[in-house]
């Protein structure tokens, strides 16, 4: 079976964005591109809300056409196009680039999702990631820590009633900083 892994970048505080919704403190040099190409390449399909795949759609189709584009952005490019996505939305109406658009986090539906051939399911965003917790249907995490503080902004994850312990994984450092943590549930 299929897993759902959240994967994202934070701040050290564990802000997804700054409060004017910037990430412009996020650092990705070629060395983490590259691993986040092979983390994606497999993967059997993205999920995202609405917003993610807006702001996506509107640089990756294309980014490969542009001359000054690196090895890993333009590689990055054609991954994006090709795999499926799922894109969470109860106002968008079409989205293109081999996307399905999905009304609502449905765990019968998602758990269908999971059962279909192919590989892992990676969930992008935190509006989307909070639904999928709520329904406790996360497999996995892999959380980049970029090595930043700043100071506030929207926290990744939300509240949670009482503790969910995860097993660690493992963790890599990059040479820019940033820190990978993965887990899993127990």
Known sequence: MRKIILMGSVSL?????????????????????????????????????????????????????????????AEFAGIWRSMPKYVYSRTLEHADWNSTVVRDVVPAEVAALKAAPGGDLVLGGADLAASFLRHDMVDAYRIYVHPVRIGRGRPFFPPVAAPAPLRLEGTRAFSNGVVQLRYARP
Do not use: Y
């Open 13 to 73: 505080e564990g802000f997804f964005e700054g409060p004017e919704r910037q990430i412009d403190w996020h650092l990705v040099d070629d060395e983490l591109h590259r691993h986040l190409n092979d983390e994606l390449r497999p993967m059997g399909g993205f999920l995202s809300g609405r917003v993610t795949h807006e702001l996506m759609a509107e640089f990756w189709p294309t980014a490969d056409a542009d001359p000054a584009a690196s090895e890993p952005v």
